[in-house]
């Protein structure tokens, strides 16, 4: 596979995980909005065992390329570059909320949210909060035994962890998925070949992974086993099936990301689907502004009542949380004004050298 192909399914493989991500934000948002549920509902929990796990799979499979560059540069292109849009979007994010919140609590209880979020991670922007942790932990160990770190990172997502602290319990959860991407790339990539040379059987091994995920997710566990389900699993569409036991879930985190990593390569050849290679490409741009335009058609639809199917009111607003941000990059690129939301400033590096500081933030 050349070097081109490669990112074309890698884009579109990240073009669905970012759809997933604001799906399950915009749905429950507007179930929880509503009172009850509608029948997005059950696209979000199809989705949840796979959702996040493809996504930080496919954040660690270029890594080897620049695990081995000299700290400076590598503490500027993993660490400091996710850290600058975390803190600008974290302070756009709580401006529009600080109101409501200084009302509500006060304005020493809103300022005090403020400062916690860069503890415990604000809203939606967890996902680019941990990866610099999983790079900097990354390079610390990349000399242990690949076997070693699998296994241990394997044992964290099957322990139930559920300490309260967001980035304890997702690095706990999540790892073994981004450092399989890191250290397993080469078999990743070979399995995305077979799978784009092979479409007959690579489609009939999708139905029937989507028709045992789908059992596992909705078939309910049974009581005696109920313990070992996490008690939040609710507010990020879980529903207490048996995808969501120890062992079943981590065996269904790799099996979806290999399934989304196959529709990426099928995806990937068929022109009309060039919107999602875009789409994925820049998916932490998606990632980073869609809560405004998702929050706003959510309350619009709220408020006009025009529709009263709430599964279909949370498939507009997933539409609009992905629209939303790409309206808005388009108008800062035609405009050439406002690309420090996208874009890091040289100002913000520390290599003090803007040509080179100075990249999109999908840039690998």
Same mark, same amino acid.
């Given at each position: 596979m050349s070097a081109s192909a490669r990112v074309d399914w890698v884009d579109a493989a990240k073009g669905l995980c970012?759809?997933?991500?604001?799906?399950?934000?915009?749905?429950?948002?507007?179930?929880? %909005?509503?009172?009850?549920?509608?029948?997005?509902?059950?696209?979000?929990s199809w989705a949840r065992p796979f959702r996040m796990p493809d996504f930080f799979?496919?954040?660690?499979?270029?890594?080897?390329?620049?695990?081995?560059?000299?700290?400076?540069?590598?503490?500027?292109r993993k660490v400091v570059h996710f850290a600058y849009?975390?803190?600008?979007?974290?302070?756009?994010q709580f401006a529009f909320k600080a109101p409501g919140m200084a009302i509500e609590d006060g304005v020493a209880t809103a300022a005090s949210n403020f400062l916690h979020a860069f503890v415990q991670p604000f809203g939606t922007l967890w996902f680019i909060y941990i990866l610099p942790i999983f790079f900097v932990f990354t390079r610390l160990i990349r000399r242990l035994p690949v076997w070693l770190v699998v296994a241990w990172a394997a044992l964290l997502e099957i322990l139930p962890v559920h300490t309260g602290w967001l980035i304890f319990d997702e690095f706990c959860a999540r790892y073994v998925y981004f450092y399989a991407g890191y250290a397993l790339?080469?078999?990743?990539?070979?399995?995305?070949?077979?799978?784009?040379?092979?479409?007959?059987?690579?489609?009939?091994?999708?139905?029937?992974?989507?028709?045992?995920? %789908?059992?596992?997710?909705?078939?309910?566990?049974?009581?005696?086993?109920?313990?070992?389900?996490?008690?939040?699993?609710?507010?990020?569409?879980?529903?207490?099936?048996?995808?969501?036991?120890?062992?079943?879930?981590?065996?269904?985190?790799?099996?979806?990301?290999?399934?989304?990593? %196959?529709?990426?390569?099928?995806? %990937?050849?068929?022109?009309?689907?060039?919107?999602?290679?875009?789409?994925?490409?820049?998916?932490?741009?998606?990632?980073?502004?869609?809560f405004l335009p998702m929050a706003v058609a959510r309350a619009v639809l709220l408020k006009l009542g025009v529709i009263d199917d709430i599964g279909t009111m949370g498939l507009l607003v997933t539409v609009a949380g992905v629209s939303g941000p790409v309206i808005l990059y388009a108008l800062v690129q035609w405009s050439g004004y406002g690309r420090w939301l996208f874009e890091r400033p040289g100002w913000a590096s520390l290599e003090h050298n803007r040509a080179k500081a100075e990249r999109p933030i999908a840039a690998r």
């Open positions: 970012i759809i997933f991500v604001v799906m399950v934000h915009a749905v429950l948002g507007v179930e929880l %909005a509503a009172g009850e549920n509608g029948w997005m509902h059950h696209v979000v799979l496919i954040s660690g499979l270029f890594l080897a390329l620049t695990i081995d560059k000299p700290w400076r540069r590598y503490l500027d849009f975390y803190v600008l979007w974290v302070t756009i790339a080469k078999l990743i990539f070979s399995f995305a070949d077979a799978a784009r040379a092979r479409t007959g059987t690579t489609l009939v091994a999708l139905g029937v992974w989507a028709v045992v995920n %789908a059992a596992l997710v909705f078939t309910p566990v049974p009581p005696a086993l109920t313990f070992l389900v996490a008690h939040e699993i609710g507010h990020t569409g879980g529903i207490g099936g048996l995808a969501e036991l120890p062992l079943v879930s981590l065996v269904l985190g790799f099996l979806g990301a290999g399934a989304v990593v %196959a529709v990426g390569t099928l995806a %990937a050849r068929m022109a009309s689907m060039s919107w999602l290679t875009w789409l994925g490409a820049h998916s932490i741009v998606v990632y980073l502004a869609f």
